[in-house]
């Protein structure tokens, strides 16, 4: 079925793997479910000019109001949410594919402000979150107690700080890099994390504090990373979920994290002032 009012206007920021799979999938089928691109910018702006028309290529990202974005999805890195998420917010809603960026408090209540100031969403997709709007009943029903992932994966997969898997080698099996709190995590693994991330939003009660992080390397994980949740209520309530995200070597993101992506921004139709799960 083909939208005859008028698209909402979609600015794409970052054209990695993530942003390349939107892109294309809004040229090809934006229309037919009501979106449109509005701009595309990359911080290496050649890499767009084989793909992209040149009038939808954003040099400078400063810029984006010229191009009056309905909704700016930001595919690129949780730094550019800390430079830019508060101005973006103050224009259009935000899809933002870093929630990790959202660790650091500060911003976290800046965002969530500038929301609210100016009545557009900041929307968070679930990603490899399985249950997430569970996880959110729960929590928002106020029987959440604790919550734990753990993420496992291909040392190749990981993107951390502080050299921090630098001396991995193919023959050394399973090891835990990190076990902790989510908010101490996303600084050290701020590209994998983002489904903890997501996490730590839907459970507000307990936060990037609270949330429970653990980042395993894996030699064996050649095809898939394994995202493990463990949900705790009241009264020995729990539930466990174990998901096998299919991936190559060295990717960072799974394959089915992609169209998981997709159809989260197919929600991001506009909700208001504020925080939005999808």
């Known amino acids: 079925m083909t939208h005859t009012s008028s698209p909402i206007r979609v600015g794409i920021v970052g054209y990695g793997h993530l942003g390349q799979f939107l892109v294309d999938h809004i040229q ?23 793909s992209v028309p040149k009038d939808l290529i954003l040099t400078n990202l400063s810029e984006f109001t010229h191009k009056k974005a309905d909704l700016i999805v930001e595919v690129c890195h949780p730094q550019i949410v800390k430079e ?3 101005h973006f917010l103050a224009h259009a809603n935000l899809l933002v594919g870093s929630p990790s960026a959202l660790s650091d408090s500060q911003l976290n209540q800046e965002l969530r402000c500038s929301a609210q ?15 997430g709007q569970d996880i959110q009943r729960l929590n928002d029903s106020g029987s959440l107690k604790a919550l734990s992932i753990r993420m496992s994966k291909h040392p190749s997969c990981f993107r951390l ?23 101490e995590l996303c600084p050290i693994a701020p590209n994998n994390v983002n489904t903890m991330a997501a996490a730590a939003i839907a459970a507000t009660t307990l936060g990037f504090n609270g949330v429970t992080g653990e980042i395993v390397s894996d030699t064996a994980l050649a095809d ?27 990717a960072v993101t799974g394959s089915a994290t992609y169209n998981s992506f997709w159809s989260s921004l197919l929600v991001c139709k506009g909700h208001g002032g504020r925080v939005y799960l999808c």
Not at 28 to 50: M, P
Not at 122 to 127: A, E, K, N, Q
Not at 161 to 183: I, M, N, P
């Open 117 to 131: 100031k100016h009545g557009n969403t900041l929307y968070v997709p679930s990603g490899a979150l399985w249950g």
């Open 28 to 50: 090809r089928e934006g229309l037919g479910v009501g979106f449109g691109l509005a701009f595309v910018w990359n911080r290496n702006a050649d890499k767009l000019s084989d």
């Open 161 to 183: 700080t502080g050299g921090l898997l630098s001396d991995w080698s193919e023959d050394e099996g399973r090891r835990v890099l990190f076990h902790g709190s989510v908010a």
């Open 84 to 86: 830019f998420g508060v």
């Open 224 to 250: 898939y990373h394994l995202v493990e949740v463990e949900v705790t209520g009241p009264d020995g309530f729990s539930v466990t979920t174990v998901r096998r995200n299919p991936a190559k070597i060295g």
